[in-house]
């Protein structure tokens, strides 16, 4: 038996800074790519030809990342097992003609990504980042990482009945940011963008920009067992399944060799490791980045060609493989226990979560449980479920789109958190450990 990976509190310290220099879902996957990298994985790019090589390799497109290792000698059939995130989080998101304002104000029009907590993101100082699209067909990360917006809540004393009759937010009138004082100039936000990426303005023909509060995760907590920041939804995942996979490509020989020399780590790895990292969960996964484009299965298939592989292998390869679907869920809200199930209380710092729901909004069956929980147990981690009160519906993620697309065997898993969908959202500090320890165990398979 190979040995797990284990991950301690370093993997949740190490999931903060991710977090930190992860603002869109661009800089996600350049940070997961740029961890792979140092881990021995290389980019392929998709219009290239593929050879078999066995290794490490990553396609990266826009906010998506398939990253798979290919163990010595592995058969063209060799089935996939396969870890499920998304890189994109409910948000703000620059508009084509972003220059508006009134009364004095300059501001920034936006239009609303997904399905944020609204109320979260008001009188929160917001810095400003995303992709640019150049002249000359390429693209540039930026991060404006400094307090430059903020949307402002009204006053109480405008609002008389807020706190008694609850806020109401129009999405078009009230969630505009303002960012400085003046007129609004055509061409303005743009011009400061250019600026504070080094290229003149006219060289900018895209953009793909959003507004992110810009204060750092942290600890949190009479013990500092909790952790508060953005995007956990879903980059907690997405930054697990890197280190999972880095780890499983790079076993460490920490167990007893046997009397002939060889460990644990020599042995050849039963399955194909994958992460799939997909962009735009948050608004319905319909895109060439998405889980519900071709993205993966071309991958997969790319794969199984590239070392030889003809199509009956890869309908074999398919019929083995495997998917973990790992996404955030409910932990029991203290203030709101009646909205949960009566009996399941998935709770902070308890481990994962196998998430259920028999209508399909979860591809988990009882077969995924049976998977899961022996990936928990190999790991040492305890676990729990998550299903959903009756009354309440139930919210889906990648995990079915990914079983329907491909007929790949699908669990829904993950952590459980407070404030899903807020900007600033909460979970066990040990979670986030626990959960990539179960996600190695599982890739070893
Ligand atoms: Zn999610």
Redesign the pocket.
């Given at each position: 038996m190979r040995s797990s990976p284990r991950f301690d509190r370093g993997h949740t310290d190490d999931l903060m800074s991710f977090l930190a220099a992860s603002p869109s879902p661009y800089h996600a996957v350049a940070n997961a790519a740029a961890r792979l990298e140092k881990a021995g994985f290389r980019q392929v790019s998709e219009t290239d030809a593929w050879d078999g090589a066995a290794g490490g390799k990553f396609v990266l497109r826009g906010g998506a990342l398939i990253a798979w290792f290919v163990p010595e000698g592995a058969a063209a059939h060799t089935p996939f097992r396969i870890i499920g995130a998304?890189t994109d989080s409910p948000s703000l998101r620059v508009k084509p003609q972003p220059d508006i304002g009134a009364y004095g104000w300059r501001q920034v029009a936006v239009e609303i990504y997904g399905g944020p907590l609204l109320n979260t993101w008001l009188d929160r100082d917001l810095g400003l980042a995303g992709r640019i699209s150049l002249r000359d067909g390429t693209h540039r990360l930026v991060a404006v990482d400094r307090a430059v917006l903020r949307v402002p809540q009204l006053a109480v004393h405008l609002d008389r009945s807020v706190n008694t009759d609850g806020l109401k937010l129009d999405r078009q009138r009230h969630m505009q940011p303002i960012w400085g004082l003046g007129e609004p100039d055509e061409g303005d936000l743009i011009r400061f963008v250019a600026e504070e990426s080094g290229v003149g303005a006219a060289e900018i023909t895209g953009w793909d920009l959003m507004p992110y509060p810009v204060e750092p995760p942290g600890y949190l907590g009479r013990d500092r067992e909790l952790v508060a920041g953005p995007r956990m939804?879903?980059l907690l995942s997405v930054h697990a399944a890197t280190a999972a996979l880095a780890a499983v490509a790079n076993p460490t020989p920490d167990d007893t060799p046997a009397p002939d020399g060889t460990s644990a780590a020599d042995e050849p790895l039963p399955y194909i490791p994958v992460v799939a990292a997909f962009d735009h969960?948050?608004s319905g996964s319909q895109s060439d980045t998405g889980a519900d484009g071709p993205l993966l299965g071309t991958v997969l298939e790319r794969s199984v060609l590239s070392r030889g592989g003809t199509f009956e292998d890869r309908a074999r390869a398919l019929a083995g493989s495997i998917c973990l679907s790992s996404?955030?869920g409910h932990a029991v809200h203290p203030n709101y226990g009646e909205r949960h199930d009566p009996t399941h209380h998935p709770r902070a710092n308890g481990g994962p979560i196998l998430k259920v729901n028999v209508n399909m909004r979860y591809a988990t069956d009882g077969g995924g449980r049976a998977v899961f929980a022996a990936a928990c147990e190999k790991a040492d981690v305890p676990w729990q479920t998550f299903v959903s009160n009756n009354a309440m519906p139930c919210g889906t993620?990648i995990g079915p789109i990914t079983a329907a697309r491909h007929g790949i065997t699908t669990v829904d898993v993950g952590v459980a958190i407070l404030s899903m969908h807020s900007a600033r959202e909460l979970c066990g500090a040990d979670d986030p450990y626990l959960l990539a320890n179960v996600l190695a165990a599982f890739l070893e398979g």
């Open positions: 998304h939804d879903n969960e948050e996404d955030t993620t």
